[in-house]
């Protein structure tokens, strides 16, 4: 059993900041890659930001020089620093982890999803 649990957002205005935070929790050997997305009312969920188990990085390039990704393996947390803040930046915030954990006797690997977090930009 894993889950991810999102949280930071909320209304915010234009050129201020924001910090979302995702924490993992359950039968979790290792966190591997983990990426954040984000999905605007009537349209595609998009790819924001990803950041390797290295802690490599890479970024959209509608967010690129505004946002930055970290995470910390000892928390199993991720973070997305969004600065210059704009109305396009509005939607529903989510974070993404390939996990590789335990069920039972087994060792698995998969994705999951937490359960997004809305971010609000005011004009």
């Known amino acids: 059993q894993v889950q991810l649990a999102e949280s930071g957002g909320g209304l915010v205005q234009a050129g201020g900041s924001l910090r979302l935070s995702c924490a993992a929790s359950?039968?979790?050997?290792?966190?591997?890659?983990m990426c954040w997305y984000r999905q605007a009312p009537g349209k595609h969920r998009e790819l924001v930001a990803t950041?390797?188990?290295?802690?490599?990085?890479n970024y959209a390039d509608s967010v690129k020089g505004r946002f930055t990704t970290s995470r910390d393996n000892a928390k199993n947390t991720v973070t997305l620093q969004m600065n210059s803040l704009n109305p396009e930046d509005t939607a529903v915030y989510y974070c993404?982890?390939?996990?590789?954990?335990?069920?039972?006797?087994?060792?698995?690997?998969?994705?999951?999803w937490g359960q997004g977090t809305q971010v609000t930009v005011s004009s």
């Open positions: 993404n982890a390939d996990v590789t954990y335990f069920s039972g006797v087994y060792r698995y690997r998969a994705d999951f």
């Open positions: 359950g039968s979790i050997r290792i966190i591997n890659a």
């Open positions: 950041i390797t188990s290295g802690g490599s990085t």
